[in-house]
């Protein structure tokens, strides 16, 4: 159970290594200063491409042994952030990957995207009740990228976020996460003390992540800069003011 008082902030992420590319530096800043930080993931990631040679046994079959691997390197992500609540919406493989767009895995019953989203949002509302954020963050309507797992995520983090409305203790604010250059920004953590952390978080998703310094890769090979800046777009709640001034804190304006 959550101690009362002190901030507590809930991630509701569609896979493992979601958290640790755009919210690791969040996440283990948050953690490091006594915020209780919890992490929600909607899938396995069973569809997720193998990019070590050494691992491409693991490769999507009736076992799932990817998500159940996958599990492992989620755990160990998490323990290089410094947070210790992370668990799987309705359990280890309640919904699973349901793969890129417009790919046969949409079309799987099992798959998160077929998930009825009032469901969905009745178990994160569960855990809502019993973490009582303060601040949530998911996705925007469009999942960032499109994905149809994020864009899930975000239809029943929205949905939950509107169910808390009702409750003893409802969520004050609802970010998405936003990419550097986006328009929509309002809020920019500075992470840079935490980058050690983030890449080591990274690096567990070995699956999933080439990590060379401070860049890394995912399956497309292409090489990227490991972000120390992440930024988030603020959905609902807070409060008004000079929206040319960006947020340093997502608990901004919040008692």
Request: charged letters at 20%; hydrophobic letters at 40%; proline letters at 5%.
């Amino acid at each position: 159970m959550t101690p009362p008082g002190g901030r507590r902030l809930l991630l509701v992420h569609a896979h493992p290594d979601d958290e640790s590319i755009g919210t690791g530096a969040t996440m283990a800043k948050c953690a490091a200063r006594g915020t209780h930080v919890a992490l929600v993931t909607c899938t396995l990631g069973e569809l997720g491409e193998i990019i070590p040679p050494g691992l491409a046994h693991l490769a999507a079959d009736r076992d799932d042994r990817l998500g159940q691997y996958r599990i492992g390197e989620l755990d160990a992500a998490c323990a290089a952030l410094g947070v210790t609540d992370h668990r799987f919406l309705g359990g280890p493989g309640r919904w699973r990957d349901s793969g890129m767009m417009g790919t046969p895995g949409n079309d799987d019953l099992r798959c998160f995207w077929r998930a009825d989203v009032d469901a969905a949002a009745t178990e994160l509302a569960a855990v809502i009740h019993e973490v009582r954020p303060q601040v949530m963050v998911s996705y925007d309507a469009e999942g960032g990228y499109g994905h149809p797992d994020h864009i899930q995520a975000h239809r029943v983090a929205w949905r939950a976020f509107q169910l808390s409305a009702g409750g003893p203790v409802p969520v004050a604010k609802f970010y998405a996460a936003a990419s550097a250059g986006s328009a929509q920004v309002t809020t920019e953590i500075d992470g840079t003390e935490y980058l050690p952390a983030k890449l080591a978080a990274m690096r567990a998703h070995a699956t999933q992540i080439i990590v060379e310094g401070h860049h890394f890769a995912l399956s497309d090979r292409v090489r990227r800069e490991v972000t120390r800046h992440e930024c988030y777009t603020l959905l609902a709640g807070g409060p008004g003011g000079d929206a040319q001034a960006r947020e340093q804190d997502l608990f901004a304006g919040i008692a």
